[in-house]
């Protein structure tokens, strides 16, 4: 008999002008991928379920597409895909944003694709956050969102709980990447092997990027989770997560380990050295210099934990995966 397999939704948003070559690719890869898993046969391999979220007339988004329909449960990423034409007002009603902001604060990922950046942007959610977008609107973003760190030159900003791509097709890497961290890169690499399409080396033959829990149900956890993120968990103590927690430290820190699986250390590391796993792929900063821009004021130290985590030392993943 079959394994029983967990479920984890994907939603994905159909607003005003949303290209819908997205919209099916997105669920034609998740639908490769959950075939490709069943051939595993293994229960620690979810099911992707995958829904269409249609915004309607007074911009409030409505499942009208459900690929295996059963009971409601949160979903762990909502994905904005793009638009083939420019980005108007009308496309980010204030009942659309406030639904994202809504999902975001349930411990819901938030993917978005070239125009979806930008929406990410209008919901505040991006402010003091690194994220990229189309080439064409990076002039234009720069303006109207100063509060955003932006990084036009990179394809992806993986953040954690946000992601944004750049490229009309960058919906592609999108799945993948979501595919990666719910199945494991070999199931990726395959999915994106059947479909020929391009999939990041790094992340099949170096682990993962790091992928947060966010659905644990624990609030006082999920709110340290995207303050950590927020500020790339650089110079913080246990003892300045416990009171953004609002929690005794003892407290916090049985509650952060039972909600992530983590330590509250560990789980710095792991954030620290997944922004400089992008530094080494995206820029030529020296390795010292990002050792220090992630928060590590001994660069030997910072060469030590990377190692552990990715396997490979920062100069020889640059050498491998550099662009």
């Known amino acids: 008999m079959a394994a029983q397999r967990s479920t984890v939704e994907l939603g994905v948003l159909i607003y005003q002008g949303a290209q819908l070559a997205a919209v099916h690719g997105l669920t034609d890869l998740f639908g ?12 620690q391999l979810p099911l992707l379920r995958v829904s269409h979220w249609q915004v309607d007339a007074h911009g409030t988004p409505a499942r009208t597409f459900d690929s295996h329909p059963g009971p409601e449960q949160p979903m762990m990423a909502v994905l904005v895909p793009p638009s083939i034409a420019e980005f108007t007002e009308d496309q980010a009603p204030p009942a659309l944003l406030d639904w994202l902001r809504l999902q975001h604060a349930g411990g819901t990922v938030l993917g978005g694709v070239c125009i979806g950046s930008i929406m990410l942007a209008r919901s505040g959610l991006l402010d003091g956050r ?15 969102y100063p509060a955003v760190r932006l990084e036009a030159d990179k394809p992806i900003v993986d953040d954690g709980d946000l992601i944004t791509s750049a490229g009309l097709m960058a919906w592609s890497e999108l799945g993948l990447r979501l595919v990666d961290r719910l199945m494991g890169p070999s199931i990726a690499a395959d999915t994106a092997r059947f479909l020929v399409i391009e999939h990041s080396a790094s992340a099949s033959q170096c682990g993962s990027n790091f992928a947060p829990i966010l659905r644990h149900g624990d609030g006082a956890v999920l709110k340290v ?6 500020s ?4 913080v103590s246990v003892a300045a997560m416990a009171q953004e927690a609002n929690l005794e430290e003892r407290t916090f820190l049985r509650r952060f380990r039972n909600a992530t699986g983590l330590k509250p250390t560990e789980y710095c590391q792991h954030l620290r050295v997944g922004k400089a796993r992008q530094m080494l792929e995206f820029t030529n900063g020296t390795i010292d210099h990002i050792a220090w821009t992630v928060g590590y004021q001994d660069p030997s130290a910072f060469r030590v934990i990377f190692k552990k985590i990715t396997g490979l030392s920062p100069s020889d993943y640059r050498n491998r995966f550099g662009v």
């Open 32 to 43: 490769v991928a959950n075939r490709i898993a069943a051939e595993h046969d293994s229960a």
């Open 130 to 144: 690194s994220a990229t977008t189309h080439w064409s609107s990076a002039k234009s973003f720069a303006a109207c």
């Open 225 to 230: 989770q995207h303050w950590l993120q927020a």
């Open 232 to 235: 790339g968990a650089v110079d």
